[in-house]
């Protein structure tokens, strides 16, 4: 039974990172990337709600008479 040439493995390796490197930088440097984003607030506008302007008591079962 032949034995497995492994000799080539480590620049085949090598080369494969190194190609797929390259094919990262290429494709990275083909996307336009917004120099100045505005700032958006972050402060959430308070809406109004039907229970908010209700006025409602709250009972709680130690308060209540025996």
Known sequence: MPQ????????????M???LFIIFQL????HNFH??????STKML???TPW???WTKI????LLPL
């Open 4 to 15: 497995l040439d492994t000799s080539t493995w480590l620049t085949m390796i090598l080369s």
């Open 17 to 19: 990172f190194l190609t």
């Open 27 to 30: 494709k990275i440097s083909k």
């Open 35 to 40: 120099y100045n984003p505005k700032l958006t």
């Open 46 to 48: 308070k809406q109004n």
């Open 52 to 54: 908010e302007t209700k």
């Open 59 to 62: 009972y709680l079962p130690l």
